[in-house]
């Protein structure tokens, strides 16, 4: 069964006709800008949940939010900003701990033997013949099965100009790694979200890089806090946009609990133990 990437509630923190009216001022920006690739799968489909514009927001809310965040504003969301380890700072330049967190999931289909390389290329049609023996003719009547969790989670931040550094550094070594084939490969998955004007080298292997590090982090993790690989997600945000790079991972956990989780991935990520869990 599958279902998309989940909607954290850092990601849409606007109710009713608050989130109608920023996605319809949002709505003519992101058909401009995708002009190159308009026919594309993630253009066509326009989730608000998928866009670039919007994992950036969620990725600077979890810097933001660490600032002004109040109880009142944002019950769901807790951020905690901590100091980066001293053997870590070269590599690693923010770590916020994430107390709190609400996550929405949504079931809107399945599949069978292999999945689909492009999972939302019918909706929300799709959906309805899936999903309901008769399918609703009227809009209001169209919904998804969808419930609430709440974790926590842990957010780092690398140094983007070490990651520019180790690019030249390796520039051989990428070259051979990172073919044509592998960036194609790339772009062909949707949950990368790769750029508006198509994947490159430079964007791949910052990808390569985030991507390989949080799933080596996340099996270290298990070990550390006792939870399972499968209760551990990842959310990755990452740009090689020159004026506005990124480079982060969200790991955290969720529970159906109405309390989310106990707290044990937040505690490594302190100063006095994350350090000694990287490196290990």
């Known amino acids: 069964m599958t279902g998309p990437e989940p909607l954290l509630s850092f990601k849409t923190p606007f ?5 109608y009216e920023i996605w319809g001022r949002l709505k003519p920006r992101w058909r401009a800008c995708s002009l190159p690739i308009a ?18 927001s969620e990725g600077q809310s979890s810097t933001s939010f660490a600032r002004k965040l109040t109880p009142e504003g944002v019950p769901n969301l807790r951020v905690i900003p901590t100091s980066v380890p001293t053997e870590l700072s070269a590599w690693i330049s923010k770590v916020n701990l994430v107390e709190r967190l609400r996550e929405t999931r949504v079931f809107y289909g399945f599949n069978r033997l292999e999945a689909s390389s492009q999972p939302l290329a019918a909706m929300p049609q799709s959906a309805m013949t899936q999903l309901f023996r008769t399918p609703p003719s ?22 983007h100009d070490r990651i520019a550094q180790w690019q030249v550094e390796y520039r051989d ?7 044509d084939q592998f960036v194609n ?21 910052r990808y390569l890089l985030v991507h390989s590090f949080a799933h080596i982090l996340i099996n270290q993790f298990v070990f550390e806090c006792g939870y399972s690989t499968a209760s551990l997600r990842e959310r990755l945000y ?20 109405s309390e989310g989780t106990l707290g044990g991935l937040v505690r490594l990520g302190r100063p006095e133990r994350l350090g000694d869990v990287v490196r290990r």
């Not at 109710?15 to 989130?19: A, I, T």
């Not at 070594?173 to 073919?179: D, F, G, K, P, S």
């Not at 998955?189 to 964007?203: I, K, M, S, Y």
């Open 173 to 179: 070594w990428l070259q051979l790694r990172i073919n």
């Open 185 to 205: 490969r790339l772009n062909d998955v949707f949950q990368t979200l790769p750029p508006l004007a198509g994947a490159n080298r430079e964007w791949a292997s």
């Open 138 to 159: 009227q809009p209001q009547d169209c919904w998804l099965p969808a419930i609430e969790v709440f974790g926590e989670g842990i957010y780092l931040e690398f140094n």
């Open 39 to 56: 026919r594309s799968f993630r253009q066509e489909r326009n989730p608000l949940w998928q866009s670039p514009i919007c994992l950036r």
């Open 15 to 19: 109710k009713g006709e608050e989130y």
């Open 238 to 257: 990452v740009s090689a946009d020159s004026t506005a790079p990124m480079a982060g991972i969200l790991i955290y956990t969720a529970a159906g609990d």
